[in-house]
C-alpha cells in the first residue's frame, strides 16, 4: 500500500466566473487525521474540498488522492463524499434505499448484483442514521435533516477509508448530532480519515485533531481545535449564519450509532 496521503493540495487555485474562490491553498491530511475545516459563509470550505476530491477543477496548482490526481484516480471505494445536498430529483425518484445503496457501487465487482456483504453494510448504514423504516420512501419527500442522514448513511455503506462531509450537522436536531459524532468517534477509532466542514463543532469538536480556518479562499489559521469563542465571534459577525437546529423537526431525531 502506497504511503502517500489521503488528500493532498499543493497551491491549488479554484476560479468561479473570472473570481478567485480558492487562492492558493497548500493543505495535506494525513492517514486517520480528523480534519475540521472551518469559516465563514463563502469563505471557500466547499468549494475546498470539492476540489481536494477533483469534483471542480483547479485553475492553479495540484491535488492528490493517496498520491493521485482526481482525473486518473481509480480506488473510488476508498473515498466518501457527503455533499451540503441531495441534488435536485429529477426524472425518476430514487428511495432512500436506493440512494444508500448506491454508495456500494464503487465496492461491487463490475456487473456484478448486489452480494450479502452489500445488503447488510445498506442495512448498517439505515439504522446507523435511524433511517431503517424510511428505506422504501422516495429521498424527495423527507425533510432536509432526513435528506442529510440519507446523504450520511450512503458514505458510510461504500465503508470508505477517507470519509469527506460537507456541513452534515447543518439543519440536523440535537440528538443526531450526538449519534452522527458517536459514529465519527467509532470510524476515527478504526483509523478512518475524516475531513469535516463545519460552521461549529458543537459534540464534534472533540473529535478533531486539528482545524483549519478559511477566509476569502485561503488557509487564515491551522492547528489545534480553536476554542468554542472560536465560533461564537464567527457566528457574531456572520449575518447568514445558520445553527444546527435550523430547519430541525422532532421527526428528524433518530439518528444512532452501531
Ligand atoms: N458553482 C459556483 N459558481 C460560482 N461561484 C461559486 C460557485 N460555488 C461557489 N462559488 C462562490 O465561491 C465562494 C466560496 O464558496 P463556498 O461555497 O466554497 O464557500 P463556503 O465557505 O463553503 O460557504 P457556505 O458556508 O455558505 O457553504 C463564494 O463566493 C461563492 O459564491
Known sequence: MSSA???????????FDGREALSGVDLRVGAGEFLAVLGANGSGKSTLVRALLGL?????????????????FRDWK?????PQRLPAGGGVPATVREIVASGRVARRS?????????????DA???????????RDSAHLLSGGQ?????????LAGEPDVLVMDEPT?????????????????LAGRGRTVVLVAHELGPLEPLIDRCVVMEHGR???EGAPPPPAWSRAAQAEDPHHHGPREGARSDEIGMRAG
Open 5 to 15: 496521503p489521503p488528500l493532498q493540495m499543493t497551491g491549488g487555485r479554484v476560479r
Open 56 to 72: 471542480v477543477p483547479l485553475s492553479g496548482g495540484r491535488t492528490e488522492i493517496y498520491g493521485v490526481p482526481p482525473a486518473r
Open 78 to 82: 476508498r473515498v466518501g463524499y457527503v
Open 110 to 122: 463490475r456487473w456484478r448484483p448486489a452480494s450479502s456483504a452489500d445488503r447488510a453494510a445498506v
Open 125 to 135: 448504514a439505515l439504522r446507523a442514521v435511524g433511517l431503517a423504516d424510511r428505506a
Open 147 to 155: 435528506q442529510r442522514r440519507v446523504l450520511i448513511a450512503r458514505a
Open 170 to 186: 447543518a439543519g440536523v436536531d440535537a440528538a443526531s448530532q450526538a449519534a452522527l459524532a458517536a459514529i465519527l468517534r467509532e
Open 219 to 221: 488557509v487564515a489559521h
